[in-house]
T-cell receptor, first 116, second 112 residues
Framework: EAGVAQSPRYKIIEKRQSVAFWCNPI?????LYWYQQILGQGPKLLIQ????????DSQLPKDRFSAERLKGVDSTLKIQPAKLEDSAVYLC??????????????FGPGTRLTVL | GESVGLHLPTLSVQEGDNSIINCAYS??????FIWYKQESGKGPQFIID?????DKRQGQRVTVLLNKTVKHLSLQIAATQPGDSAVYFC???????????FGSGTRLQVQP
């Protein structure tokens, strides 16, 4: 079974520029998550999708961050404009069970963003 | 590869010894807990989970203990190997939510 795929693996941009990250979840997984992991910290949820609908985006800075999951499969996360404090690893995860309380989230390798 | 955490609490053990990594949580409404292992440059990897109606769960070389009274979770690794060196995160999930809240992590260093 192929894992969660993310691209690019690394991205360096200047502040105020825009950037987009892509995620392809494990085939058949209905739930997709984007997390932000700042160096030295645990991942923090940005947004959660169930199929192509948003379930939780309460911690997404909506003035600059946006995400979509068209057709309920792949997802993109965009930052526009980027700030220095957005430097972090952006992790995508997916899980399969829609109603279980114990479904496992599988993580991709992440995209390391550096904002200069 | 990227360093996951430069200033995390660090546990250093000798190869072959047992390791115990601790985690405190604060949300009494959490009903599901997971331990993840994260190696440098990689995403978190599932190790073991436990539901709140259990006190202990065992896997291959790993055991998770849950003490709901003091809101404490621990991960025990038996016969620690150099390949176990990584950052370990505990994560919890609130009843009714499906996203995880992660702890700050502990770096495990295994000395050969």
């Amino acid at each position: 079974e192929a894992g969660v795929a993310q691209s690019p693996r690394y991205k360096i941009i200047e502040k105020r520029q825009s950037v987009a990250f892509w995620c392809n979840p494990i085939s058949g997984h209905a739930t997709l998550y984007w997390y932000q992991q700042i160096l030295g910290q645990g991942p923090k949820l940005l947004i959660q999708f169930q199929n192509n609908g948003v379930v939780d985006d309460s911690q997404l800075p909506k003035d600059r961050f946006s995400a979509e999951r068209l057709k309920g499969v792949d997802s993109t996360l965009k930052i526009q404009p980027a700030k220095l404090e957005d430097s972090a690893v952006y992790l995508c995860a997916s899980s399969s069970r829609q109603d279980s309380s114990t479904d496992t989230q599988y993580f991709g390798p992440g995209t390391r963003l550096t904002v200069l | 590869g990227e360093s996951v955490g430069l200033h995390l609490p660090t546990l250093s053990v000798q190869e072959g010894d047992n390791s115990i990594i601790n985690c405190a949580y604060s949300n009494s409404a959490s009903d599901y807990f997971i331990w993840y292992k994260q190696e440098s440059g990689k995403g978190p990897q599932f190790i073991i989970d436990i539901r709140s109606n259990m006190d202990k769960r065992q896997g291959q070389r790993v055991t998770v203990l849950l003490n709901k009274t003091v809101k404490h979770l621990s991960l025990q690794i038996a016969a620690t190997q150099p390949g176990d060196s990584a950052v370990y995160f505990c994560a919890e999930r609130d009843t009714g939510r499906r996203a995880l809240t992660f702890g700050s992590g502990t770096r495990l260093q295994v000395q050969p």
